[in-house]
């Protein structure tokens, strides 16, 4: 049983229908729920593994121990029309506290910022919120959103509107011809390279922990996750495999 | 003695249906008390820590603030009943214009084949309303507001409403169809004209059926969830016009129950208990309004 953050879920779900394919009779269930689920699951037995798309706090490092299966970035997403191309972090900061409420203060059209927000617990925006220095309470949103699908059809549906949301998911959406574009910040490029080679700022872990007591039949699984021959799985997803 | 015997039989029998439909019928009506309870335990850490109080004073909800943490529902019970009422004024003369001209103007073919429609419409999951709203609704609002937006309360309004539409215009339908003919024919016989008979006959006696329906709908649009988490924009606060985002109830516990961890969660099954009680008095205040104002008018 693995459960956690609906980030990370997919991957663990495509390399356990492998793993099973492999491994006749090993019956995997991966549900996800966030990663304070993949926390708590862990830490009290639910789960065999948890997912947990952000780094661990000290408290969290004292019950469990984090493997880190690969990385993702946080981009900035704006509509395919907007003529901006790039913002840096003091830009951001104030368009997301709405010191900025005008595109054509940052480059842009004569057009009012809406600003799309992730819902609380969500870790992107723990990770947003992280790199910009604010607090939850310091950002002032007109549209809050769930999933990142919901922040780029907000995006499409409203052509001001300005969101962030996991660089696989953009990329894949983007890919997919869906119109919208991935804002330079900080004048890197977010794509799967400048994430790989540590160049882009906001960035995340995506970890699997475990606590103490590990079955040797998710200890197998788990060393199957860290291994090399499922990195094609992980790039299928648009993350970065680490090593 | 055979026909004893059958009668024994017979009245044995008729216990037990009567006992088995018993059962079904307490099992239904008994779920909403099995509800209740799990929301209560679910909330009972918040309310023993005493954070109930907070949940009315507070101006804001924001659970996940370390500086600042706010816990208010009051912006979302408001934007719950706003979302609400603004369906019904939407659904409600679209709705009863429909029953109307089913029951009284529409040939047998069309009247069938609209039915069906609306049949359809209520099968339609919530999710592709909400999705249909923000990639329709919202882009046209955004026409007409450009500085907005978009996804707010009118837009919620607008797919809510659509979504209560059918219930309106079937069960008012039924209402009407349930009026006595005999009344109608009194009313000809009167030489009253068709839109007179409908307007001081018909309409006044399907009333109380006409209000069940609504009280349904209202019901329906207050508990939705999927639709209006998709173009409501989401933002807890008091709109100042149609066009400003706002956050049902339904909306938070959707976006953050599966994120929340342990006193956020106890929060969010206080939010959902909050709403539970809001709906019955709500519902209840309004049927026994009809009881009173309405004695002796039956239901559909």
């Known amino acids: 049983m693995i459960t956690g953050s609906s980030t990370v879920a997919p991957v663990v779900a495509d390399v356990a229908k492998r793993y099973e394919n492999t491994h006749p009779g090993t019956r995997i269930e991966v549900q996800s729920g966030g990663s304070s689920r993949g926390i708590s699951d862990a830490s009290t037995g639910v789960a065999d593994i948890g997912m947990v798309s952000r780094a661990l706090t000290d408290e969290e490092k004292q019950k469990l121990t984090a493997h880190l299966l690969a990385a993702d970035g946080v981009c900035v997403i704006v509509h395919k029309d907007n003529p901006v191309k790039e913002l840096n972090k003091g830009q951001l900061i ?80 983007a890919g997919a011809g869906t119109p919208i574009k991935l804002i330079v910040t900080e004048g890197v490029t977010p794509t799967m390279e400048s994430v790989r080679d540590g160049s882009f700022p906001i960035t995340r872990p995506l970890n699997l922990v475990t606590d103490a007591e590990t079955s040797p039949a998710a200890r197998a699984f788990l060393d199957y996750l860290m291994s090399p021959e499922i990195h094609d799985l992980i790039e299928k997803h648009y993350f970065v495999p680490v090593r | 003695m055979t026909s004893s015997r059958n009668t024994t039989l017979c009245r044995s029998v008729d216990r037990l249906v009567e006992a088995v439909l018993g059962l079904l019928a307490l ?108 990639m329709i609704v919202v882009p046209a609002i955004v026409r007409v507001a450009p500085d907005m937006p978009g996804q707010s309360l009118l837009a919620g309004g607008i797919v809510l409403g659509l979504m209560i539409l059918p219930v309106i215009a079937l069960t008012s339908q039924a209402a009407l169809q ?22 001081s006959i018909a309409l006044p006696t399907a009333r109380g059926g006409i209000t069940s329906g609504v009280l349904l709908a209202l019901a329906r649009a207050i508990g939705e969830t999927m639709a209006v988490v998709l173009v409501c924009g989401n933002i807890p606060q008091i709109p100042t016009s149609l066009f400003d985002p706002i956050r049902p109830i339904t909306s938070t516990i959707a976006l953050e129950m599966g994120y929340a961890t342990s006193s956020h969660k106890a929060l969010l099954f206080c939010a959902g208990l909050v709403l539970v009680l809001f709906t019955a008095l709500f519902v209840g205040w309004l049927s026994f309004r009809r009881n009173d104002t309405d004695p002796g008018t039956g239901g559909a």
């Open chain 2, 178 to 199: 349930a009026v006595p003919t005999t009344l109608l024919h009194a009313a000809a016989g009167l030489g009253l004209g068709r839109a007179r008979t409908i307007w």
């Open chain 1, 94 to 173: 104030d368009i997301y506290t709405k010191k900025v409420t005008n595109w054509n203060q940052v480059g842009g059209a004569d057009a009012t910022i809406v600003v799309a927000n992730k819902a609380e617990g969500r870790s992107t925006l723990e990770i947003f919120v992280h790199f910009l220095g604010l607090d939850n309470a310091d950002i002032k949103a007109d549209v809050i959103c769930g999933e990142n699908l919901h922040v780029i059809n907000s995006v499409v549906s409203n052509p001001n509107t300005i969101g962030y949301v996991s660089i696989g998911t953009a990329s894949a959406e």
């Open chain 2, 27 to 134: 099992v239904s009506g008994g779920m909403v008390l099995l509800i209740v309870w799990h929301l209560l335990a679910g909330a009972w850490p918040a309310i023993a820590a005493g954070r109930l109080g907070a949940f009315f004073t507070d101006a804001k909800w924001q659970p996940g603030s370390l500086r600042d943490p706010q816990f208010g529902v009051v912006t979302m019970l408001v934007g719950s009943s706003l979302v609400t009422l603004l369906a019904v004024v939407i659904a409600l003369p679209v709705g009863l214009a429909t029953a109307i001209f089913h029951r009284f103007y529409a040939p047998a073919f069309l009247e069938r084949w609209n039915r069906r429609m609306m049949e359809l419409l209520i099968g339609v999951p919530a999710v592709v309303f909400g999705f249909w709203g923000l």
